[in-house]
Every structure is written in structure tokens, then in C-alpha cells.
């Protein structure tokens, strides 16, 4: 028995958390309701404790995870000069269609309004700063202090220190190899304290399911189904309308044949929830394609770390999603800030199973929402992070594809199925890279 449940994966147990607390919290809901037995002492101390305990856990770690990935990250581009144009043409191109995506996403959810008929404001305290201005929206992106940015986790400036210090220490390299090393061992420890806090997801799951759905009861309900339809159809969007486009617009390549070949890619990262662990089927499946690895090698574990577009739309839709529920208008520079953080949230993401939603935080604070709201949003996000992995991965292979069909490394012939990828490049491309 306990060997069966040993054997039970921590995605399965989340999804076995979400449903018992779903369970529990309409029992209670219905006993709350009831005069004559109203007793929240469950509710208000040991649900709240493991619930707001579990968010506080995640919270720890983003300010950390966060500086740290976006320090490795951009000082892992110093091969940018060796590859001279394509890196920065696909930092470009990720940037934008990160930027496209939390668009699509935050349209789709002020159309669908998933948080409507959600009354989330006696549950926590909202601050949204909707009415500060573009000028102060674009002054609070430079730290006075960084170390009090920091400490106050202010996301923003601590996002453009990281990206400073990151640059610079690609720029000096042996000179800061100590300060490198540091950064490097910093994220390993951060990504290692990622995957012991979610241990304890399904039981936050379970006890955040049971404290909402205890004093929402079924009317929580809609919302959620609402909510996870706007982020299915933004995936769906940008899969399926957005990439196909753009790789007709600036390849004019077959997106069905790319898509028959790269299909088996998805359903990995779908499975695994991890862009990390896709890196070699994509790279393998790129070369199919008739990609260069030269190009490949590089722009893949990049896109594994900093392009996640799929990880923004569900930001987007979620960063709406909580606004209406706690009946809050986003002015336009709000949603300007959303799309921002939500980008460099797509960089500051390591491509490992729910980091997504860790980095949900830092959109929500950047914008005064309460983390609250992402307890709910924790239930139901280990499906959807695998929705948004298989389309992170795809982007990936998508902005790779555009780039290398620009720098002229991509086999046409081999791309449209009349060459095998063993037959490439020997005569057009003399380095043979495959
Ligand atoms: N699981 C995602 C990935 O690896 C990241 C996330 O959104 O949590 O691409």
C-alpha cells in the first residue's frame, strides 16, 4: 500500500489535493451556511495556516529565484557575440512573442471576464495601483536602491539590476568567474528549494481548495471552468493562429508539415511539464527539420530558459482573472506593466514544472493584486502548466526555425520532406552540423 503510494507522481498528488479540498470545502460550505452548527475553526486556523503557509513558502522564493535566473540567464548569452546576428535576432523575436502572448491572453480574459461573479474582496485586501502613470510606470523600472528593491521585492527594478549585472558579467567574464560561479551555484540552490517547497503543493493545494470553496461554495465554480477555458484558448491561439503565421509571414514554410514532425515534441513537454528536459527531442526534431544545430544548440536551451509563452498567457489571464474578481478596473498603464513584468517574468521562469506560477507572484505584486487569489489558481495549475509547456517548447522551435531560415542554416529540401537530414548540408553547408 504505502509502496503504491510512494509511487504515486507529486503532479498526481496535487490533482488528488485539488479534488479532496474541492470536496471538503463544499461540505464545510454547506455547514458554514448552517446556523446552527456555523463553526470556522477549521477553516480559519488549520485550512488558513497550511494554505497561507504554502503561499508564503512560494513567496520566499521568488525575489531570490527570480534575480538569480535572470542573472544566469542573460550571463549565458556571452556565446551572443560568437553567433554575432542570430542572438540578438532571436532574443528579438522571443521578447516580442512573449509580448503578443500576454496580449492575446489579457484580450481573450477582458472578453471572457473568467473572474466575473467571483466576489473574492472580503477575502483579502486588493491594492491595485491602476492610476499611477505611464511616466511613473516607466521610472519605477529604475532601482534607486537595488538592495531595498530587493528586500521590498519590488520586481521590477530588481529585474533590470538583474539584467544589468547580468550583462556585465557576460561582458567581463574571466575577470567576475568567482561572482559567475556565485550566480550559477545561487540558482542551483534556488531551483533545488523550488522543487522541495512544491513537496508540500498538494497539501497547500488541499487546504486552499477547502478554505476558498468553503465559504464560495459552487458558485467558485464557473469562474474556474471559465478561467481554464480563456488559458486553453490563448494556447490555443498562439499554437495554433499566432506561430503558424508567423512562420508563413517570414519563412513562408508549410506550418502542417512543421507541426507533423514537431507534434511528438509537444506531447513530450506536455507530459514532462518541463521545457529543460525537451531540450534534446527538440533539438533532435529541429534537425529533421533541416535546422543547423549551429543555430539550434544555441537558440533552444535559451528559449528553454527565457522564452516561455506559454507561461505568459497564463499570467495574463490570470493577472485578469483575480482583477475582476476583486472588482478592480486595470488601467491601460497597469496592463502595460502586466505585459511587461509578464515578459521578464518569461525570463526570470526556469523551464521546470510550476515555476510558472511562482512567478505569477511577482506580475500579481506588480500590480498590487494579493497573491490570494493565486491559491485557487495553484489547484487546477499543474494541468495547465502542461498545456503551456507544450506550446513554451513550441514557440522555441518556432522563433529558432524563423531565425535560422533568415541566417540561411535550415535545409529546405530536408524541411519539406525530399532530402533526409543525413543528405544535408554537405554540399550548401560545408561544417556539417548534425
Ligand atoms: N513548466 C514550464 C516550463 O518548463 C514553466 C512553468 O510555466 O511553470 O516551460
Known sequence: MIERLKSISLGNWMLIGMILGFIVGLILNFFVKNPFIKNTLLIDNIFY???????RLMKMLVVPLVFFSIVVGVASISDIKKIGAIGGRTILIYLITTAVAVTVALLIASIIKPGAGLNMVGLAQANVTTNTTITDTVLNFIPENPFSSLANG???PVIIFGLLVGIILAKLREETKVVN???????SIMMEMTRIVMKFA????????AKTFASLGFSGLLPLAKYIGCVLLGLAIQAFVVYPSLLVIFTRLNPIKFFRKFISVMFFAFSSSTSN?????NLEKLSELGVSREVSSFTIPLGATIN?????IMQGCAVMFAAQAYGMDLGLSALLTVIFTAVMASIGTAGVPSVGIITLNMVFNSVGLPADAIGILLGIDHILDMFRTAVNVTGDAICTIIVSFK???????????LKTPEESWDDTYPDKKF
Request: glycine share 16%; charged share 15%.
Open 202 to 209: 498538494p497539501i497547500g493545494i488541499f487546504c486552499l481548495m
Open 49 to 55: 495556516l497550511g494554505g497561507t503557509g504554502f503561499i
Open 154 to 156: 519590488d520586481m521590477l
Open 181 to 187: 560561479d556565485f550566480f550559477n551555484q545561487g540558482n
Open 308 to 312: 516561455m509563452d506559454g507561461t505568459a
Open 277 to 281: 528536459a525537451t531540450i534534446p527531442l
Open 407 to 417: 541566417n540561411k542554416s535550415i535545409d529546405l529540401d530536408v524541411f519539406n520532406g
